[in-house]
Nanobody, 116 residues
Framework: VQLVESGGGLVQPGGSLRLSCAASGFTFSSSRMSWYRQAPGKERELVAGISIGGGSTNYADSVKGRFTISRDNVKNTVYLQMNNLEPEDTAVYYC??????????WGKGTLVTVST
């Protein structure tokens, strides 16, 4: 099982980034996918989630209207489009796959730094 995040980096406030998470080794199309983040000194928090078919999404209040989660069940990839980034969005962003029976997989994360 592999979840490989990419797309992180340094961006100025107000800028945009698109994160990707490529999945392999399990049935992606049967997994609910989510993005989490963990800032220095803080607990990991849910940023956004998307249902198996992609028809239902949910977001943390702090990112609503700025972030969009999407998935491609052919490419086995989930995305997080992040717009109007703020310094408070600085964190390591993790991809998570959740399956029935409680199975859950994590990527190693990608660092997003929002700073001048």
């Amino acid at each position: 099982v592999q979840l490989v995040e990419s797309g992180g980096g340094l961006v100025q406030p107000g800028g945009s980034l698109r994160l990707s998470c490529a999945a392999s080794g399990f049935t992606f199309s049967s997994s609910r996918m989510s993005w989490y983040r963990q800032a220095p000194g803080k607990e990991r928090e849910l940023v956004a989630g998307i249902s198996i078919g992609g028809g239902s999404t949910n977001y943390a209040d702090s990112v609503k209207g700025r972030f969009t989660i999407s998935r491609d069940n052919v490419k086995n990839t989930v995305y997080l489009q992040m717009n109007n980034l703020e310094p408070e969005d600085t964190a390591v962003y993790y991809c998570n796959a959740a399956q029935l029976l409680g199975l859950s997989y994590w990527g190693k994360g990608t660092l997003v730094t929002v700073s001048t």
